[in-house]
């Protein structure tokens, strides 16, 4: 189906099913412990024996020998796996650094060896015995060093925006800002490890694992191991987390696999923690100089937003730059991207890539200026609202509720209370401030495809590789085909996260829901169209519902129209130009009261709200869900998350959940989520966007510009801990 005109009235838009506050159709698999997982699939396969994985002990350089006689003999070994034995390889475009190192290392703990044993314990202990000696490269591994080297040299440039004369406009404007912030390395953090099971039979793979994107872990996976892509299956029905660090092919897959095939029999491989901060992907530091040139009334009249973030030879920038292209007014713009090239881990997609980095920046920016101007934060924001593309002013927003959002958030959260005047509010021990920020978005669109089966019974079933990361991809896709054919929620079966079924958008970027959805919708149209064949009907007038087919005075049941073979559908959704012709964007407010300890500078989240408008909610109760866990992780952005790199050797210290600090239900407070009713006819036939990630753009930015209003300190190097506030507190009265 291709969609390259404005969606009107269809089916979606009778929400008898989606838009409902829906549970999860999967929750009691997953509450009572019975969700099949990677790791845990002890049913799919025989015999499996167990890989352990051994990371490169340096950050750059070579091995200078390698030794695994030792481990070879060890009780239970099978197989020991290292690039001597692993045979050709490839390197996946989506992959910086080969998942298999040796004899050059290209970071620290990229996998150099698998030893595969009868049991975990054995496999473990043999590792132990692997005897590897390096020379040292060298390297690269501190960002803001990386940055003085580079200065202003053009080959560093990946990208650059202009428009107008920013600097004539800065250097004349009334009110100026040029302030630098810094946001570091981040992991994801997500409660499942990387883990794969692999088998072969014959020269046909099937990999059991958790990953994001089937297609593209299919992909790569053929072309890292140089065979068919048919002859490659992925399968990851659940997934315990990913938010970006399992979009792509990782070493779990790879090493599983060359373990699989070194054995001779099933191998199953998790990562251990460590590697998943070192070996896997983490989100990039940046650092961020923005400068804003405004009138006395608050206009805007200049605006630049450059970043620095470094990687991999191979890697890509983090695109911290973004929104600011798109989120305020002003004629004389300058962004631009700068990549150094860094030998740390691969940095690459975390939870809303770019967005999430540039506007912890770009927010306290405007709180700083809305400061300097003398005019309320909310106010300032509304005032430099665009509803054009401010680089294309011919090029509306498709939709855009900026100032609903923010109007509405400043009313529930009670912001006319909020002392303008930093530290002068107390509760007890207490400093407590108010902060905001706006949250953006953007909405992407991709491809999505999916099959639909009606039998005899009445039972529709929905299959695509689309994936569920706990987010709910189960329950928003059988409500889109519950709509569609005129069902109840129990006559659908969603089988999802198999590379045998069709391509999806997968899970990412906040494109998941949308597209996915629009996918099955496009299958269920087909569907549709062949039951109105079937039962001599005219699909136009046809109405399916309450498991009828009815056209004029005829009434049938749906069941009668698959007869005992079924019927059978196939389609996708292709988008046109649309997203071109008017710019597609997700947009919010988030707001939040913190208290600071006036003699210790502990700080403490007392209560969040975030306004969204993102389109037309699927599922408002899922929806809730995935703004409050980003609000969450925002929390922790702001406070606590910082991954910690040894500068001698290039690896991240703090590589576990012991010493890589996330929020607890201690650290959370009460949390208001607030969807704006909206429907974007320009994005889908769903009408839908996304939401995902919204809710964690910004929200680091609210809580810095709180910490501010509550004690006076300007913090613009994440995460605000105690230390950056203690010696500059005001004086316990």
Not at 157 to 171: C, P, Q
Request: net charge negative.
């Amino acid at each position: 189906m291709k969609f390259d005109t404005p969606a009107t009235t269809n089916p979606i838009d009778r929400l008898t099913v989606i838009g409902k506050p829906t549970s999860r159709i999967d929750g009691p698999l997953k509450t009572t412990g019975t969700a099949p997982y990677a790791y845990e699939r002890h049913d799919v396969v025989a015999d499996q024996a167990y890989g352990y994985p051994v990371g490169a002990g340096i950050g750059k350089g070579r091995i200078a020998s390698l030794s695994v006689e030792e481990a070879e003999a060890a009780p239970g070994v099978l197989a020991v796996v290292t690039h001597r034995t692993a045979g050709k390889l490839g390197k996946a475009e989506r992959n910086a650094a080969p998942l298999l190192g040796g004899p050059e290392i290209d970071h620290y703990h990229q996998a150099v060896a698998l030893v595969v044993a009868e049991s975990f314990e054995q496999a473990r202990a043999a590792a132990q015995r692997i005897r590897i000696e390096y020379e040292s490269g060298g390297g690269a591994f501190d960002l803001a060093h990386a940055r003085e080297a580079m200065g202003d040299s053009a080959e560093h440039k990946t990208e650059d925006s202009t428009v107008g004369d920013f600097a004539g406009a800065f250097a004349a404007a009334a009110v100026k800002l040029d302030e630098t912030y810094t946001t570091p390395d981040q992991s994801h953090a997500m409660m499942e490890p990387h883990a794969t099971i692999a088998a072969w039979k014959g020269d046909r793979l099937t990999v059991w694992t958790s990953n994001q994107m089937i297609d593209w872990a299919a992909t790569d996976l053929a072309e890292t191991l140089e065979m068919p892509k048919e002859k490659v299956r992925v399968i990851s029905p659940f997934i315990g987390g990913g938010f970006g660090g399992k979009l792509f092919l990782r070493a779990d897959i790879l090493l599983a696999a060359l373990g699989a095939r070194a054995a001779g029999r099933p191998v199953k491989v998790a990562l251990p923690r460590p590697m998943i901060a070192n070996n896997t992907t983490h989100r990039p530091a940046t650092i961020q100089r923005i400068r804003i040139g405004a009138g006395r009334d608050g206009k805007i009249l200049a605006i630049a937003h450059e970043s620095w973030s470094g990687n991999l030879e191979d890697g890509k920038p983090e695109t911290a730059t973004d929104q600011t292209r798109l989120l305020y007014a002003g004629a004389n713009r300058l962004t631009g991207t700068r990549l150094a090239h860094l030998d740390l881990p691969e940095g690459n997609a975390m939870r809303a890539p770019g967005e999430a980095s540039g506007l912890m920046a770009l927010e306290i920016a405007m709180d700083e200026m809305a400061e300097r101007l003398k005019i309320d934060p909310v106010e300032f924001r509304i005032l430099n609202d665009t509803q054009v593309d401010p680089e294309k002013p011919e090029r509306p927003f498709s939709q855009r509720q900026l100032v609903q959002c923010l109007r509405t958030g400043a009313e529930r959260f009670g912001w006319s209370k909020r002392s303008g005047e930093p530290g002068r509010v107390r509760d007890g021990r207490w400093l407590i401030g108010m902060g905001m920020a706006a949250a953006f978005r953007n909405n992407l669109l991709t491809k999505s495809a999916a099959r639909v089966r009606l039998d005899r019974r009445g039972v529709v079933t929905v299959e695509t590789d689309m994936t569920d990361i706990g987010t709910g991809s189960y329950t928003i896709i059988a409500q889109t085909a519950a709509e569609m054919m005129g069902v109840g929620l129990d006559k659908v079966l969603v089988r999802l996260g198999d590379s045998s079924f069709p391509v999806s958008a997968g899970s990412g970027g906040q494109w998941g829901a949308n597209n996915s959805t629009a996918g099955v919708y496009a299958a269920c149209v087909t569907l549709r169209e062949a039951v109105a064949r079937t039962l001599g009907v005219n699909s136009a007038d046809a109405e399916f519902a309450d498991g009828l087919v009815r056209s004029g005075n005829r009434s049938v049941p749906l069941a009668q129209a698959a007869g005992e073979s079924g019927l059978s559908a196939e389609d996708a959704i292709e988008y046109g130009d649309l997203a071109k012709k008017a710019q597609q964007s997700t947009f919010g407010a988030h707001f939040v009261e913190v208290g600071v300890d006036a003699a210790t500078a502990e700080v403490r989240v007392r209560r969040m709200l975030a306004v969204c408008a993102a389109g037309r909610i699927l599922n408002p109760l899922s929806a809730r869900s995935q703004v409050i866990g980003a609000m969450t992780m925002g929390v922790g952005a702001a406070l606590m998350e910082e991954l910690a790199v040894d500068p001698r050797t290039g690896f991240f210290v703090n590589h576990d959940l012991a010493g890589y600090e996330v929020p607890v239900h201690a650290d959370i407070p009460q949390q208001e989520v607030v969807f704006l009713d909206e429907t974007d006819p320009m994005s889908s036939p769903m009408k839908a966007k996304g939401v995902g990630e919204l809710g964690l753009c910004g929200v680091g930015a609210a809580i810095a510009n709180a910490v501010h209003n509550a004690t006076g300190i300007r913090v613009r190097d994440y995460p605000v801990t105690l230390d950056k506030l203690i010696d500059r507190m005001p004086p316990v009265g």
